[in-house]
């Protein structure tokens, strides 16, 4: 279950919700992902029975606040024995570098990833937060800032690997969401299919509703872990 490049988001409600899923795909080779929903309706308990199912657990909360804050938001995750953890890189480098000290200083260390500029911002709704640069040349900053702050890598969509891969060292690493099995028409726009996404140099695929809406999740993460090894 450790070595998969799958990473479900557990986009649920309730323990019961998830337990539910679990139950169909016990023994897969995947993780999972827990965001605010889920994180904020059950606390740690869902961390607690997502790991009697053995699964690894990327613990997506976006943390972005002042570095003493997240600092200790980082220790607290890093005490729930979770496998990935994340920040926003536009909490700058002061808050990047305690984020990283966070986990170095902990006996149970993440992967530490940072969130450069959310995929639901455009250009224009970028600009109207009042900066003047581009969203394309912020995000390439931003990737820089990431990685001379010790981030392990970044969550970005896969059509932006090749731009950013060239700026940073070849161990850095691109967790992508957007991945689409075929044409879907929902709120992601920038898709990319599975084997694209890691041709063009993605480390982790983050998949939620294709998996968790099949009507057999377990056959579906078998094929695509046979698609993209
Ligand atoms: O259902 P779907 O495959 O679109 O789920 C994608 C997951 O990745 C969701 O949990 C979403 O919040 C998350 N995500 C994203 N885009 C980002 C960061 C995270 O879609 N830039």
Redesign the pocket.
Known sequence: MDNSKIIV?L?FESLKETEDFLKKVKGQNCRV?V?KELFTNEGPNVIKLIQQYGFEIFL?LKFHDIPNTVSRAIKASCNLGVWMVNVHASGGKQMLLAAREAVDSSSNKPILIA?TI??SYDNSSYQELGFKNNLLDQIAYLTTLSENSGMDGI?CSANDICSIKPLVKEKFQFVT???RLANSNDD?KRVTTPEDAITQGSNYL?????ITSSEDPAALIEKINQKIN
């Open positions: 988001a986009d992902k965001g997506d969130v959310l995929t969550v969401p957007g991945i992601q983050v998949i939620g509703r294709p």
